[in-house]
């Protein structure tokens, strides 16, 4: 079964402009983790936070924890076309290893 | 291309067959992982190994499914008497024992498997 829900469900944008995505989860974790994945290919990792830590930035991403909450975002600044993919959240459960992913935002972005 | 490969990329089958997949890890990664992605849904768990040890199993991996890693290199995944509610992609992540819980995933392109 999913772990949560990630918000929106899609997304579509114009280039250069920001796109956020937000994921929910319902169990403590150790960690969560983005990643990235285009049409009918594997995952990639984008970023992983850790659940003492609050931000933390890669390049164009930013992400958020907010374990109180349970929830996460994830900030892509300054778009490009080439970002065209859905976006996954994925928690580790604390004392496991296995990912447990969202649902998933599909984000679209405009040329 | 993240260094794990999968084999076959594409497997087209009839309902009762048994089919077999093929995950190759990073060479230098002990952890194993294969999990199961429906149209739509964002991936599952199905197993885990560390070295050749199968560590855990998702209440998913029914009877039909059985997975190895023999020498603790690569790993096959079978299913037998395939039905149709199998057709997924089957992908197979590795990543490399460290300290922390804190070991980041690597994912192979998937295997596509349809069943008719």
């Known amino acids: 079964s999913q772990q949560g829900e990630e918000d929106p469900q899609a997304l579509s944008i114009q280039e250069g402009e920001n796109a956020t995505m937000n994921c929910s989860y319902k169990?403590?974790?150790?960690?969560l983790q983005w990643y990235r994945q285009n049409s009918g290919r594997g995952l990639v990792h984008l970023i992983l936070i850790r659940s003492n830590e609050r931000e933390k930035h890669s390049g164009r991403l930013r992400v958020t924890l907010d374990t109180s909450k349970k929830s996460s975002s994830l900030l892509i600044t300054a778009s490009r076309a080439a970002d065209t993919a859905s976006y996954f959240c994925?928690?580790?459960?604390?004392?496991?290893?296995?990912?447990?992913f969202g649902s998933g935002t599909r984000l679209q972005v405009q040329p | 291309d993240t260094g794990v490969s999968q084999d076959p990329r594409h497997k087209i089958t009839k309902r009762g067959q048994n089919v077999t997949f093929r995950c190759d890890p990073i060479?230098?990664?002990?952890?194993l992982y294969w999990y199961r992605q429906t149209l739509g849904q964002g991936p599952e768990f199905l197993t885990y190994?560390?070295?050749?040890?199968?560590?855990?199993k998702s209440r998913l991996l029914s009877d039909r499914f059985s997975a190895e890693r023999p020498k603790g290199s690569f790993s096959t995944l079978e299913i037998q008497r395939t039905e149709q509610g199998d057709s997924a992609m089957y992908l197979c992540?590795?990543?490399?024992?460290?300290?922390?819980?804190?070991?980041?995933?690597?994912f192979g392109p998937g295997t596509r498997l349809t069943v008719l």
């Open positions: 169990t403590s974790i150790n960690n």
């Open positions: 994925a928690t580790v459960g604390t004392g496991r290893r296995a990912l447990t």
């Open positions: 060479s230098e990664h002990n952890r």
């Open positions: 190994f560390q070295n050749e040890a199968q560590l855990e």
């Open positions: 992540a590795s990543s490399r024992l460290a300290g922390g819980a804190t070991d980041t995933q690597y």
